[in-house]
């Protein structure tokens, strides 16, 4: 490994002083050449078994081959919804647990091929701060000895050594000395997590991955905690992987981010480039979602329809597109884009067997019920057909009505703007109507097909540094000689 690694101990590397402080708030632009960490093509699958012998029937792909590099001194962000698999990235990444695939490099050497002693220095030189502050401790250890456990796990005897050194860091993260022998019960969440730094620091890592390090603290705490990490980020000089759901945190605190959905990243960039011109529509919708004091900008969030898909069975192409609002429209089309979405979300429901004639029928009467209009019933059972004397156009006229229903249970538009559109999705719903869902799904598969779902996205350099997976940027946005940083490994 490195010069730091030629330190003569463990013990002497708690007892330095920490670096110089940091005062340039480095940027990508002078960040150093080489990467501390850089994590290429990482995958973490979860078998699903079945029976008595535990036949393997499927896998949760929770991370699904993700790539990005850590500088040293920089903050790193991960971002995504709750399941997107960024805290299993933390975990697999720091080797806590074992990866499906991939490497992980760290200073130059790859973990998972490292010989014994390597893997105890990286160990050593990478930690890791957890969400919830409380059960992080062992309540019968008092905090001097909790914070001082990783000292005694490599190899410092001294008992009296490990208890100055424990105490030292106690100030330094704000508490007191005399805190040393009081136990974890006895402080707050905030100082709980304080403690949580100190233990992290104790053997003078380089590297710190914080997963949702706030996230369980109270508004007003979050903040002091929060200065804490950076300050204590530049005396130490250290690189941190922040991992957060929360945006404006992120903005905040990192001068990178990665944005994670369903197990992949989808976009990377400086965080300030990329929080005022997000290229990925994942990005932009989450960064929609970030409350504004500013009553004009309010009401802006853009909505994503449809459920997060389960990471056993993501979405063909780009695992985005049963969510995506800006999703490429089929070939020879001109939908208005609500329309289109809402099309492919009735393909969707289609598709996972959600729509039949009853209950469609019986959605469209809810909400029809709901909203005072007339009650469908399809076939000839309705009002207005019963008294038609005509019993096909009574047919006809039923069958329109229970369509028309039914775009309405859907949000569909009345009409779509383009009316050979239109006419393809009206005989879907025919179909739908007359008991033929899977004809429907095909048609509505044929005639509406996008390269959303047929082509998975590629990682497309944005500009230097910055990178995002969409069809939308495919061959038209790449600057000029940037190439992707990161992104899903062939
Ligand atoms: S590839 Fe298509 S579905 Fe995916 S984010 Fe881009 S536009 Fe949306």
Redesign the pocket.
Same mark, same amino acid.
């Given at each position: 490994m490195t010069d730091r690694d030629d330190d003569p101990s463990v013990a002497d590397r708690a007892d330095e002083p920490p670096a110089t402080a940091r005062s340039d708030g480095r940027s990508t632009a002078d960040r150093p050449d080489d990467p501390l960490l850089c994590v290429r093509g990482l995958k973490k699958h979860y078998p699903i078994t079945e029976g008595v012998l535990r036949r393997e029937v499927g896998r949760v792909r929770a991370v699904d081959g993700i790539s990005f590099d850590v500088y040293p001194g920089e903050t790193f962000g991960i971002v995504g919804e709750s399941g997107c698999g960024k805290s299993t990235a933390a975990t697999t990444l720091l080797g806590l647990e074992a990866p499906t695939d991939g490497e992980v490099l760290f200073d130059g050497v790859d973990v998972s091929a490292a010989s014994k002693t390597e893997r105890k220095r990286f160990r050593r030189r990478a930690q890791m701060i957890f969400q919830d502050p409380t059960t992080s401790f062992d309540p019968r250890m008092s905090v001097g000895e909790s914070v001082a456990e990783p000292l005694r796990i490599h190899g410092m005897r001294d008992r009296d050594r490990r208890r100055r050194i424990a105490q030292n860091l106690l100030e330094r993260v704000g508490l007191s000395a005399d805190d040393v022998d009081r136990y974890p019960h006895e402080f707050s969440g905030g100082q709980k997590q304080r403690i949580g730094l100190a233990r992290a620091l104790v053997l003078n890592p380089d590297l710190i991955v914080a997963d949702e390090p706030v996230s369980a603290l109270d508004v007003s705490i979050q903040a002091e905690i929060l200065a804490l990490m950076r300050r204590l980020q530049e005396e130490f000089d250290l690189a941190v992987v922040f991992i957060s759901h929360n945006l404006g945190v992120v903005r905040e605190v990192c001068d990178r981010v990665a944005v994670m959905y369903l197990g992949e990243i $989808?976009e990377v960039g400086p965080t300030e480039r990329l929080f005022a011109d997000p290229q /990925? +529509?994942?990005t932009r919708a989450l960064l929609s979602s970030i409350p504004t004091p500013d009553p004009r900008k309010r009401g802006r969030g853009i909505e994503l329809t449809g459920d997060v898909p389960s990471p056993s069975d993501p979405p063909s192409? =780009?695992r985005? /597109?049963t969510r =995506?609002p800006?999703? $490429?429209q089929p070939d020879g089309y001109e939908f208005e884009q609500t329309g289109w979405r809402r099309v492919m979300d009735l393909r969707a429901k289609l598709n996972r067997g959600e729509v039949d004639r009853e209950s469609a029928l019986e959605l469209a009467a809810a909400h029809s019920a709901a909203t005072g209009g007339a009650a469908a019933t399809g076939g000839t059972g309705g009002t207005d057909a019963g008294a038609a004397s005509d019993g096909t156009r009574a047919t006809e006229a039923s069958t329109r009505e229970a369509r028309a229903a039914i775009r309405r249970a859907f949000d569909l538009p009345a009409a779509l703007t383009d009316e050979r559109a239109d006419a393809v999705l009206s005989e879907a719903l025919g179909l739908i109507v007359d008991g033929d869902s899977g004809g429907a799904a095909a048609l509505l598969a044929d005639e509406f097909s996008? +390269?959303?779902e047929r082509r998975e +996205?590629r990682p497309t350099g944005v500009a230097d540094g910055w990178s995002a997976? =969409? /069809?939308?940027l495919d061959g038209s946005r790449r600057a000029e000689g940037a190439e992707p940083v990161t992104g899903r490994e062939d």
């Open positions: $989808v /990925h +529509p994942y192409g =780009c985005f /597109h =995506c800006e999703i $490429v996008t +390269p959303c +996205p997976a =969409c /069809h939308l």
